[in-house]
Nanobody, 127 residues
């Protein structure tokens, strides 16, 4: 069982920045591909970013590419650095983990392919 706890959310003006953190409880953190998803009110949960077990490869949704950066370390921490935030980035942000390997990178954009989830942290972008 893996427990994930997000932090770092808050309110920010358009154009501002925030860094989200996710702390994982497992000692086998390096065995998990990690992802960030978000869900706005009335909308489905959507993929934001993903990072491989080694941290060597990252993937992003087109809507955040060039503005968000996902990273991880060996001490069971995951981050999402968010720059140039827009009102449409407003959502509850979740970190997720999967130990499964998928040959198709597109699989990692599907929330159902992840086994463990945090409770989320709210990000609000508004003037």
């Amino acid at each position: 069982q893996v427990q994930l706890v997000e932090s770092g959310g808050g309110s920010v003006q358009p154009g501002g920045s925030l860094t989200l953190s996710c702390a994982a409880s497992t000692r086998t953190f390096s065995m998990y591909t990690m992802g960030w998803f978000r869900q706005a009110p009335g909308k489905e949960r959507e993929f934001v970013a993903r990072i491989t077990r080694s941290g060597g490869t990252t993937n992003y949704a087109d809507s955040v590419k060039g503005r968000f950066t996902i990273s991880r370390n060996d001490a069971r921490m995951l981050w999402l650095q968010m720059y140039s935030l827009k009102p449409e980035d407003t959502a509850n942000y979740y970190c997720a983990a999967t130990a499964n390997y998928y040959s198709d990178v597109a699989d990692y954009t599907e929330s159902r392919k992840y086994d463990y989830w945090g409770r989320g942290t709210q990000v609000t972008v508004s003037s």
